[in-house]
């Protein structure tokens, strides 16, 4: 029966996108099979085959206001074996809105309006995910821009609601969240104000308030407080510091992700060793070239301290960790220095070479040489990157990793990697992996 009603519904979609596309209709999509085999130093074989295929098709009217946005995907990630079969019977629906752009009442303000599958950030502690409602975003009333939501509600849960407002002036900014699940009102208020041209201050405060059934005195008042200062002492000199605080076992309900690539000042909730509050304070300047920066975090009891500079091509820089204990002193945790230099070895060859010397008091210390190279020499595998890596810790702990990337004119993408040796660091995979994929977009 599924399998009918998924045959019937993407006929629809064929006959529908055949018959508007005059209209402006828009049909993309991306199949992705890979394959990763693994083999350790025992013998021991594991495969990981994957697929997953995933459908967008999207209507813009004549107006060019309104939009309509469909994704469909599939997924089939096994353990074991070659199954990549892509079953018709699980393609879910991912997401599906309809939006617009204008006002609700002539002469009012400009909004965008969305029906369907609604995408919330209100910010890292008001982030709401797998909605399906209607929001209501960017309606600017005067200085105050203006965005709210409902989620409707379902069998699993009951329906959810919140409001952003943001004020933006010439040296204040202010905004305020408040999302109201039922079980929990959840509050943000955030902001900044540049009292001076060098000097900006600013905050954060999240807030829950418990709606179950209960006695009062026994509901928590979990709550969470960021307040910190930047001033730019000259030109190449940076000044910073504040103070953090947070309800002890609380993480905020609607917390963004963590993302160690875009951290959006939320990542230190999610840490499991740190105090509850703590104040931070740090300096950094650049000085004949020399980029220096020490910083100071009491809620994890550490202190940073870093140097960065380029001498003729070579990357240079050195960074340590020391633990702060005020009744025991300061002792190192770690320290590391790193250098590395691209070379034009010749035409068609590439090499970037780098050295890191690491010592922690776990793993004692470590030395580790690298070089990735690109080649073009070879006209039948252009474009073939090449890497290595030697880890040494002491005379018996010494590994190495080689490997190799190359995209093939058919637009397979092939890599095989081969660790061996002893490696001080346990969570070190050894062994043979090889990969094999292949990617279309439409």
């Known amino acids: 029966m599924k399998k009918s009603i998924m045959i019937l519904t993407l006929a629809l979609v064929v006959a529908l996108s055949g018959s508007v596309f005059a209209a402006g209709i828009k049909f993309d999509g991306s199949l992705k099979s890979n394959l990763e085999w693994h083999r350790d130093l025992n013998g021991e074989i594991e495969t990981k085959p994957s697929s997953e295929i995933g459908l967008n098709f999207g209507l813009d009217t004549a107006d060019e206001k309104t939009r309509a946005v469909v994704e469909f995907g599939i997924g089939d990630k096994n353990e074991s074996g070659l199954n990549l079969e892509l079953d018709p019977s699980k393609l879910v629906l991912k997401k599906a809105y309809i939006e617009t752009d204008g006002a609700f009442w002539y002469g009012g303000p400009e909004a965008t309006t969305r029906f369907g599958s609604l995408n919330v950030d209100y910010g890292p502690f008001s982030t709401v995910k797998n909605q399906y409602g209607i929001s209501v975003?960017?309606?600017?009333?005067?200085?105050?821009?203006?965005?709210?939501?409902?989620?409707?509600?379902?069998?699993?849960?009951?329906?959810?609601?919140?409001?952003?407002?943001?004020?933006?002036?010439?040296?204040?900014?202010?905004?305020?969240?408040?999302?109201?699940?039922?079980?929990?009102?959840?509050?943000?208020?955030?902001?900044?104000?540049?009292?001076?041209?060098?000097?900006?201050?600013?905050?954060?405060?999240?807030?829950?308030?418990?709606?179950?059934?209960?006695?009062?005195?026994?509901?928590?008042?979990?709550?969470?407080?960021?307040?910190?200062?930047?001033?730019?002492?000259?030109?190449?000199?940076?000044?910073?510091?504040?103070?953090?605080?947070?309800?002890?076992?609380?993480?905020?309900?609607?917390?963004?992700?963590?993302?160690?690539?875009?951290?959006?000042?939320?990542?230190?909730?999610?840490?499991?060793?740190?105090?509850?509050?703590?104040?931070?304070?740090?300096?950094?300047?650049?000085?004949?070239?020399?980029?220096?920066?020490?910083?100071?975090?009491?809620?994890?009891?550490?202190?940073?301290?870093?140097?960065?500079?380029?001498?003729?091509?070579?990357?240079?820089?050195?960074?340590?960790?020391?633990?702060?204990?005020?009744?025991?002193?300061?002792?190192?945790?770690?320290?590391?220095?790193?250098?590395?230099k691209d070379y034009a070895i010749m035409k068609g060859l590439d090499v970037h070479a780098n050295y890191t010397g690491k010592w922690n008091r776990e793993n004692g210390l470590s030395h580790t040489i690298g070089a990735d190279a690109k080649v073009g020499l070879i006209p039948a595998v252009d474009g073939l990157k090449l890497n290595s890596k030697v880890t040494i810790s002491d005379l018996e702990t010494i590994g190495y990793a080689v490997g190799a990337e190359f995209k093939a004119p058919n637009g397979i993408q092939l890599g095989i990697e081969h660790v061996g040796g002893n490696f001080a660091d346990s969570n070190v995979k050894t062994g043979t992996t090889a990969k094999a994929g292949i990617a279309v977009n439409f």
Do not use: C
């Open 137 to 340: 975003n960017k309606m600017n009333v005067g200085p105050v821009a203006l965005n709210g939501f409902y989620g409707i509600p379902t069998s699993e849960r009951k329906s959810i609601q919140g409001i952003r407002a943001d004020l933006s002036l010439s040296d204040v900014a202010a905004g305020a969240a408040v999302i109201h699940d039922w079980n929990a009102l959840h509050m943000v208020v955030d902001g900044a104000v540049r009292p001076m041209e060098d000097l900006v201050i600013g905050g954060t405060m999240a807030t829950e308030l418990d709606l179950t059934e209960g006695e009062e005195e026994e509901k928590a008042f979990n709550h969470m407080v960021v307040v910190g200062a930047e001033y730019q002492l000259t030109d190449d000199m940076n000044i910073r510091g504040g103070y953090k605080k947070i309800s002890a076992d609380w993480k905020p309900a609607y917390i963004a992700d963590k993302d160690n690539y875009n951290d959006r000042g939320q990542n230190w909730v999610h840490a499991e060793n740190r105090r509850d509050s703590g104040f931070y304070a740090g300096i950094s300047t650049e000085q004949a070239g020399i980029k220096l920066a020490a910083d100071y975090d009491q809620m994890f009891d550490e202190a940073k301290l870093s140097a960065a500079t380029d001498v003729e091509g070579y990357k240079v820089s050195v960074q340590t960790a020391l633990a702060v204990d005020f009744e025991e002193g300061i002792r190192t945790n770690s320290t590391t220095f790193a250098v590395d």
